[in-house]
């Protein structure tokens, strides 16, 4: 195999390699050798990943290998051929020239069965479209979150005619919530109500999504306890989330009748300076809405107070509330155009945050300044 094909195959699984060493195998991959191919697997039993790579096979079987040590050996091999041969007592030499080495496996038998993927209920999606709606959702998901329904991303899936549907992504980590969805495709679409995605899953997802140059469409189906993706030669698995996620629709403010349309870019550049003085900990900036201008302020008895005033078509009652400068620039990067919609109804209440077109907005909660 050569060793272009078997490091991308290796980088490719290695993100779900479970660091702690509490079940020694789940720091393996497990090679398997085909026909005319090489299928590589990890897995920390909630997210799993299969890469296959083309490969010259002179004995098909099974191995598992440390992913660390594995990746450190072939990353110093040279451009050119690389051998890897199995040993009585789950012992794996590799070879690249005259390097040699001859390292210690594990039993293949103790790696985790791979789960089924015989469904036949596939929803396609543009690469780019997919790729986006985890990017304009994922920042709101919790992290580490003690409600740990929250780390994870919900999937709906809303059928509109039998080939045809719209998918939506759902994120919220309790101060903030984000929504996006866009078109997608399948043989015999049925709606689902929504099921929970891990994060971790999710970014590899999105990382196989932002790499990959297949020109077929991704597919994802999803099963009652599990989700697949495939794309080109990567297959990515996860376990689902089991429990109830917030009702999200009830978290999206209604009254909101004032609207303040911003250039986006203005509005990013003056969270960013006048966040540089906001107190670490929260970020909180105060956001004062007057005729035609925003005002924007932070103040750090340590470290002194900042002050920026940014244009705005904003025409109503003006007031003073605030919010955590980083959440409100995490929802501006996911707009698409270069003008931001903030829609408030109070002092008191969320700010809604949307673009021109429609297929995503996002609901920061405000904060004491």
């Not at 020239?97 to 103790?110: D, Q």
């Not at 080939?163 to 919220?172: H, M, P, S, Y």
């Not at 990515?236 to 109830?244: K, N, V």
Request: with cysteine.
């Amino acid at each position: 195999m050569n060793r272009k094909d078997l490091l991308a195959g290796i980088q490719r699984v290695q993100g779900v390699v479970e660091k702690r060493n509490t079940m020694p195998i789940l720091t393996h991959i497990l090679i398997e050798a085909q026909k005319e191919a090489c299928a590589f697997f990890a897995t920390d039993l909630e997210a799993g990943i299969q890469g296959t790579y083309s490969a010259e096979v002179i004995d098909p079987g099974r191995i598992t290998v440390s992913a660390r040590k594995l990746s450190e050996i072939v990353r110093e091999f040279p451009e050119g051929p690389v051998s890897i041969q199995s040993q009585p007592n789950h012992w794996v030499v590799i070879e690249s020239g005259k390097s040699h080495f001859r390292i210690v496996g594990l039993p293949p038998e103790e790696f985790p069965a791979l789960p089924p993927m015989d469904s036949e209920n596939w929803i396609e999606i543009d690469p780019g479209l997919f790729s986006g709606l985890i990017r304009r959702t994922l920042f709101a998901a919790g992290d580490n979150a003690p409600q740990y329904i929250l780390n994870g991303l919900l999937i709906q899936v809303e059928k509109i005619t039998k080939e045809k549907g719209v998918l939506r992504f759902i994120a919220t980590d309790g101060h903030r919530l984000a929504i996006a969805e866009g078109e997608a495709k399948g043989k015999d679409l049925e709606d689902q109500e929504g099921v929970i995605v891990p994060k971790k899953a999710i970014l590899e997802i999105k990382r196989a999504l932002d790499e990959g140059e297949d020109p077929a469409a991704p597919e994802i189906s999803i099963g009652k306890n599990q989700l697949v993706f495939r794309w080109g030669n990567v297959v990515i698995t996860s376990r689902l989330i089991e429990g109830d996620f917030p009702d999200y629709k009830q978290a999206i403010p209604k009254g909101n009748d004032q609207h303040v349309p911003m250039q986006k870019e203005a509005l990013e550049g003056g969270l960013r300076r006048v966040s540089i003085l906001a107190r670490e900990k929260t970020s909180a900036i105060k956001f004062q809405l007057e005729k035609g201008r925003v005002l924007l302020s932070a103040s750090n008895p340590e470290m002194g107070e900042a002050n920026e005033e940014i244009n705005s078509n904003f025409s109503g009652e003006g007031f003073t509330t605030g919010f955590n400068a980083r959440y409100l620039l995490d929802a501006l990067a996911a707009l698409k155009g270069d003008e931001a919609i903030l829609e408030f109804k109070d002092a008191l209440s969320p700010c809604l945050i949307k673009e021109k077109k429609e297929g995503f907005l996002a609901v920061i909660m405000p904060m004491r300044v």
